[in-house]
C-alpha cells in the first residue's frame, strides 16, 4: 500500500475516536493521561517500525501500571486500618489504572493478528487490508490517538 | 478525475454564504495567529492526500498552543461540515476523499484571505 484510501483513513480516525470514547466510559478524569504515554506508544512505532517491538513495550508498560496500581490498593487498605499514607493515593490509583487501560489498548493494535483480524471483518471497510500494510495503519493509529488526546486535555483546560 | 458536475457542485457550495461563513467564522478567531501559522494550516492542507492529516494537525495544534484555544474547536467544526458537504455530493463514492480534500483546500484559501483583510484592517 503505497497510500491510504480516505476509506481507510476515516476508518483509523473512527476506530482513535471510539477508543477515546470507550476510554472515557471507565476513567472519569481521562485527560490526566499523560501525553508523553500516547508519544511513546507513537514514536516506537514511527522510529522502530516494527511492531513486534511495539507490542513488547505495551506489554511492559501495562504490567508496570499493573503493579503500581497493586501497590497503591495495599495503601489504601493499610490507610483504611489505621496506618498513615498518601493522601492522593486514590488519584495515584486512578492513573495507574487508565495507564493500563490505556496499554491494554495499544497492545490490542499492535498485536497484527487481532489488528488484521478487526480491519477485515468490518463490513463498513468494504477493501481488503494486508500484513504489509499494517504498520503504516498502526502509525497512524497512534498518531491520530495522540492528536484526539492533545485536543482533548486542551478542551478540559478550557473548563 | 473529478467530474463535471461534481466540479459544479463543489463550486457551488464554495459559492454558497455557508461555505463563507465557515472560513469567516476560523478567520474570526485566528486572531492570535501570526502569518507564518496561518500559512502552515494552509500548507498542510494543500499538501496532504489524507483528510485525518488536517485533523489531526489541527488538533495537536489545539493542544500545544494557547492561542489555537479558540481557533482549534472552530476550525473542527468547519472541516466536520466539509466532510458533511462532500457527503452530500458524492455520497459514499470513491469521489468523497478527493471531493472534501478540494472543499478543504478552497476552504483554507478564503481562510487565509479573510486573515490577511483582517491583519491590514488592525493595522
Known amino acids: 500500500m503505497n497510500e491510504i484510501s480516505w476509506e481507510l483513513d476515516d476508518f483509523i480516525r473512527k476506530m482513535a475516536e471510539d477508543s477515546v470514547q470507550v476510554l472515557s466510559e471507565s476513567h472519569t478524569d481521562l485527560e490526566k493521561l499523560a501525553k508523553s504515554q500516547i508519544r511513546k506508544f507513537w514514536d516506537v512505532l514511527s522510529v522502530e517500525q516494527n511492531s513486534a517491538v ?7 508498560q501495562q504490567r508496570k501500571a499493573q503493579k503500581e496500581a497493586e501497590e497503591y490498593e495495599t495503601e489504601i487498605q ?12 486514590e488519584g495515584k490509583l486512578a492513573n495507574a489504572k487508565l495507564r ?3 496499554w491494554e489498548l495499544a497492545e490490542k493494535v499492535v498485536n497484527d493478528d487481532q489488528f488484521l483480524h478487526k480491519l477485515n471483518s468490518d463490513q463498513n471497510l468494504g477493501q481488503r487490508v494486508g500484513k504489509g500494510d499494517l504498520l503504516a495503519l498502526q502509525t497512524l493509529f497512534a498518531e491520530t490517538l ?4 492533545s485536543y482533548l486535555k486542551a478542551l478540559g483546560r478550557q473548563g | 478525475m473529478l467530474g463535471r458536475d461534481t466540479l459544479r457542485k463543489i463550486d ?3 459559492d ?7 472560513a469567516r467564522n476560523v478567520a474570526d478567531k485566528a486572531n492570535g495567529l501570526n502569518d507564518t501559522q496561518i500559512r502552515n494550516l494552509q500548507n498542510v492542507v494543500n499538501s496532504t492526500t489524507r483528510f485525518s492529516e488536517i485533523m489531526n494537525y489541527v488538533k495537536a495544534q489545539t493542544g500545544r498552543h494557547k492561542e489555537w484555544e479558540h481557533l482549534g474547536p472552530e476550525i473542527v467544526k468547519s472541516l466536520d461540515k466539509i466532510d458533511e458537504y462532500a457527503g452530500k455530493i458524492v455520497g459514499a463514492e470513491q469521489d ?6 478540494k472543499l478543504s ?3 483554507v484559501k478564503i481562510v487565509v484571505a479573510e486573515f490577511l483583510y483582517r491583519e491590514i484592517a488592525r493595522n
Open chain 2, 96 to 101: 468523497r476523499g478527493e471531493v472534501r480534500l
Open chain 1, 100 to 102: 493500563m487501560s490505556f
Open chain 1, 78 to 89: 493499610n490507610q483504611r486500618s489505621g496506618r498513615r499514607a498518601d493522601r492522593d493515593i
Open chain 2, 105 to 107: 483546500r478552497l476552504w
Open chain 1, 146 to 149: 495522540y492528536s484526539e488526546f
Open chain 2, 12 to 14: 457551488q457550495r464554495v
Open chain 1, 54 to 60: 511495539a507490542r513488547q513495550l505495551a506489554m511492559h
Open chain 2, 16 to 22: 454558497s454564504d455557508e461555505f463563507l461563513h465557515l
